[in-house]
C-alpha cells in the first residue's frame, strides 16, 4: 500500500532549526512530484515548497532563504531543513506526492491527479 510518513517534528526556539523527514513506499516515488504543506487551525493548508521529478524547486515568499527541500530517490525520502525558524512556522507539516505536479521557481501547482498524502507531523516553534 502507498505510504508517506513524517517526522522529525518537534518543539524549538526560535532560530533554531529542525529537519522534517518523509518516507515513501508504494508508488513510482522518482517520477511524482513531491511537495511539503502546512496548516494551522482555522487556516488553509499552504504550499511551502515543493520539488519536481527533474529536480527544480519552489519556496513561499515566507520561507524563502531559511528552508530546503530535498530529495533522495535511491531511500524514497523527502527532507525539509528549515532554519532560522519563527514562531509563525509553527503548524502540522505534511508531505504529498502528486504525479502531475508543476513546481519551478516561481510556480507550485498541486493538481490532485494521483495524489497521496502523510498524516503529518507537528512542529512548534517558541518565542
Known amino acids: 500500500e502507498v505510504q508517506l510518513v513524517e517526522s522529525g517534528g518537534g518543539l524549538v526556539q526560535a532560530g533554531g532549526s529542525l529537519k522534517l523527514s518523509c518516507a515513501a513506499s508504494?508508488?513510482?516515488?522518482?517520477?511524482?512530484?513531491l511537495g511539503w504543506f502546512r496548516q494551522v487551525p482555522g487556516k488553509e493548508r499552504e504550499g511551502v515548497s515543493c520539488i519536481s521529478s527533474k529536480g527544480t524547486t519552489f519556496y513561499s515568499n515566507s520561507v524563502k532563504g531559511r528552508f530546503t527541500i530535498s530529495k533522495d530517490n535511491a531511500k524514497k525520502t523527502i527532507n525539509l531543513q528549515m532554519n532560522d525558524l519563527k514562531p509563525e512556522d509553527s503548524a502540522v507539516y505534511y508531505c504529498a506526492a502528486d504525479l502531475l505536479l508543476l513546481c519551478d521557481t516561481d510556480e507550485f501547482y498541486y493538481t490532485g491527479y494521483e495524489d497521496y498524502w502523510g498524516k503529518g507531523t507537528l512542529v512548534t516553534v517558541s518565542s
Open positions: 508504494g508508488f513510482s516515488f522518482d517520477t511524482y512530484g
